[in-house]
């Protein structure tokens, strides 16, 4: 899902995208639009690399926490559905994550530390919120 | 069913738990390890989500729950699951894990505390069967004012296991049977069958090992009716 192969390649040369053409492009704020995106990147910025299976678990505690009850087995499959078909792919597209669809795999891409800060505080943000 | 084998059987339940947190383990962690449970933990980022817990029964997830919310349920009055109407599985699971979870090494003092809660439980209700057994009636002795209590100010029927070293008082409502058999002697048990309400039985079974105590303890009816059969 993460573009041409050569694309990738290029990516890991120059470490990151410019600042500019991602701050132009939709795909970015499209990317960033939902909750459970930007806790994705946030959570990958701390981590190595991820798992499909990790990352379900991931967001289904994180949303656990904020609502003080206990995320089924349905609850936590129906984000790893979402994640499979709509936020890795979607995520992936925007260049801001590597995703390995065979392995499960997920990475954090090479980011500008401006949009690492961006994540940051919008995650910060709604923690901060849900917590009020 | 002898008692060895009711604490063999319930040790074979595979249940892991990951705690994904930031830090030092957090006392729920700590207290599950401690007590037979399976336990992994992940690191969280700084500012991430607040400290939550995995729960899987044979490698299937069965809940995810905020460590707060754990540790919130276990703030007494606990509230279990026959006292909620929308039970989960993962609850289920979660309070089958924390209160028919294997122990070892287990002080006589935390027995105690358990205990304690068992026959709390016996008194509030105030009714149905109470089975204990404390390995010799001479410990019994510390436990009296307790058990006058229990015997005389509710209408359980309470009785008391052990080997018969001392002779205890009478006391309305409570029946001893001294063993000379040593079948309880290295046990502590007991078995509350809850009287009216199923859901509140509750039972203890401790073995004890040097000066420390491996067993279980049960939430469920259907464990403390095997727990109550195998005093006779």
Redo the contacts between chains.
């Keep these: 899902m993460g573009g041409p192969k050569d694309e990738s390649d290029y990516r890991t040369q120059e470490t990151e995208r410019p600042l500019s053409s991602r701050l132009a492009a939709d795909r970015f704020y499209n990317a960033l639009s939902e909750s459970h995106r930007r ?1 994705l990147l ?2 990958l ?3 190595e690399e991820s798992t499909v299976e ?1 990352l379900a ?2 967001l ?3 949303e ?3 609502t ?6 349905e ?2 499959s129906a984000i790893h559905i979402q994640l499979l078909h709509n936020h890795l792919p979607r995520l992936a597209d925007a260049d801001l994550i590597d995703y390995d669809v065979d392995a499960g795999t997920v990475q954090l891409a090479p980011l500008h530390p401006r949009v690492t800060e961006i994540i ?1 505080q919008s ?2 943000a709604e ?1 901060l919120a849900g917590s009020e | 069913m002898t008692f060895t084998s009711l604490i063999d059987e319930v040790r074979e339940k595979n249940r892991t738990v990951t705690v994904y947190r930031r830090g030092d383990p957090p006392e729920i962690e700590t207290w599950l390890a401690n007590h037979g449970v399976a336990v992994e933990s992940r690191s969280l980022p700084v500012g991430g989500p607040d400290p939550f817990m995995e729960i899987k029964t044979d490698d299937e997830v069965v809940g995810i729950i905020g460590v707060d919310a754990v540790e919130q349920l276990l703030t007494p009055p606990i509230r279990r699951p026959g006292d909620r109407t929308d039970i989960s599985e993962g609850y289920r699971v979660l309070f089958e894990m924390l209160e028919q979870t294997v122990f070892s090494g287990m002080t006589r003092r935390e027995l105690l505390a358990v205990s304690r809660e068992i026959e709390d439980r016996a008194f509030r209700v105030g009714d149905g069967t109470l089975r204990v057994s404390f390995q010799t009636l001479s410990t019994f002795r510390s436990q009296i004012a307790v058990y006058r209590a229990l015997g005389t100010e509710t209408s359980l029927d309470i009785h008391v296991y052990g080997i018969g070293d001392w002779t205890p008082p009478p006391i309305a409502g409570v029946t001893y049977h001294a063993d000379e058999a040593l079948r309880v002697g290295a046990y502590w048990v007991l078995a509350y069958d809850g009287g009216p309400d199923a859901t509140q039985a509750c039972g203890l079974v401790a073995e004890e090992r040097g000066d420390e105590y491996t067993g279980f303890w049960a939430n469920d009816s259907a464990t403390v009716e095997h727990i109550t059969a195998a005093f006779d």
């Design positions: 806790r946030y959570y910025g701390g981590t990790e678990s991931v289904s505690g994180w656990a926490t904020m003080g009850t206990m995320h089924t087995a609850d936590r940051r995650v910060e923690q």
